[in-house]
Each structure stands twice: as C-alpha cells, then as structure tokens.
Nanobody, 124 residues
Framework: QVQLVESGGGSVQGGGSLTLSCVAS??????MGWFRQAPGKEREGVAA????????RYADSVKGRVTLSKDIAKNTLFLHMLSLEPEDTAMYYC???????????????????WGQGTQVTVSS
C-alpha cells in the first residue's frame, strides 16, 4: 500500500522558516509535489519535481522562498520554506504520481497518491 506521511508543520511568525518532510512507503515515485489548501480556497500546487532528472517547478507565489530537496536513503522529499508570510497559512499536502511528467505539474489532478497533510500557520 502506498503511503505518504507529511510532518514538520507548525506555527511561526512572519519572516520565519519551516521545513516540511514527506516520507514515502515506496520511493522514488516518478513525479512528486507539494500542495496547499487554505480554508475556503482550492488546493494549489506549491512545488513539484520529476525524479529521474530532478527537474523542479515552483509556483510564482513562492518562487525564491521555497526549495525542494530529497534524501533517497530515507525515502523523503523536503520542502524548505523561507520568509514565510501570513498568506502561506494552509494545510500542506505531499503528492505522488505514477508517471514521469515533464515539466512536473502543479495541478492536483495529475497526482495519484496523497498524504494526510500538515498544518502551517504564519502569524503577522
């Protein structure tokens, strides 16, 4: 059974940083991504990576503040977030796709597996 387990969320003040982790029971997937969903809003893509050549893609709203990295030995994908803003407050989800997708998509419909999410709250 495929499982994705996120951790690392929390409450921080504006300007702070957080690193989210996603541990996959099966790794690597062909394409993985991070998404977020704020109350009353649609789920949106934050960052994605195609595993075989490490092609990455970042949403314009987080570009320059967010970086993906991975630890293959630990089956883990990380989302490093800097200069957090109150607008970054949301539930953050890790997702994986069975296929290699180029460029790695930021649309949630392209992904097959989802974690349960980890909450990020940024105060002003």
């Amino acid at each position: 059974q495929v499982q994705l387990v996120e951790s690392g969320g929390g409450s921080v003040q504006g300007g702070g940083s957080l690193t989210l982790s996603c541990v996959a029971s099966v790794y690597p997937f062909s394409t993985m991504g991070w998404f977020r969903q704020a109350p009353g809003k649609e789920r949106e893509g934050v960052a994605a990576i195609t595993e075989d050549d490490d092609t990455t893609r970042y949403a314009d709203s987080v570009k320059g503040r967010v970086t993906l990295s991975k630890d293959i030995a630990k089956n883990t994908l990380f989302l490093h977030m800097l200069s957090l803003e109150p607008e970054d407050t949301a539930m953050y989800y890790c997702a994986a796709a069975r296929e290699s997708l180029y460029p790695p998509p930021l649309g949630p419909e392209s992904y097959d597996y989802w974690g349960q999410g980890t909450q990020v709250t940024v105060s002003s």
